[in-house]
């Protein structure tokens, strides 16, 4: 029979409560703000995604595993690889949050535009087209939340 994993640790970094727990495999860390889909007004739908999506552009493309997704309540960044590494990398996208590349925001927020459905010709000539616009932009985010049970937005 196998073990129950031990019991998560407590700390407190700055006021933020801190849990962890010695696992075997890789290590692995999020960051998780619980303010997702259901918490944006209306005029604001897909802020936390754009949110999510300014951050990690902020912090580059690392070599090790790393994403972010938004559900219905959740924000999330989550990490694996080695210890400093993941510690660079929660570091990292706090500083990235506190100085968000704003400038992107007319292209990055391409991904959560609503866009109008394909007119019928677009549809029966097999397009992805739009009648307004590019192609649609699906996000390895939306494809996380997709698998949350939550209905990606495009």
Do not use: K
């Amino acid at each position: 029979m196998q073990e129950p994993p031990p019991p998560p640790e407590r700390a407190e970094i700055d006021g933020v409560p801190a849990y962890w727990a010695e696992l075997p495999g890789p290590f692995s860390a999020a960051l998780m703000f619980r303010v997702g889909r259901s918490d944006e007004p209306f005029g604001s739908l897909g802020i936390s995604h754009l949110v999510e999506h300014l951050a990690l552009y902020g912090i580059g493309r690392p070599a090790f595993m790393h994403n972010g997704f938004v559900d219905m309540t959740r924000t999330v960044f989550y990490a694996s690889g080695s210890r400093e590494e993941v510690g660079g990398f929660l570091r990292d996208i706090c500083l990235a949050l506190r100085a968000l590349p704003l400038d992107r925001s007319r292209t990055s927020g391409a991904c959560c535009a609503r866009r109008p459905p394909p007119t019928r010709a677009a549809s029966t000539a097999g397009s992805s087209r739009t009648a307004s616009g590019p192609p649609a932009q699906v996000s390895s985010t939306t494809s996380t939340s997709a698998s949350t049970g939550s209905t990606p937005r495009r």
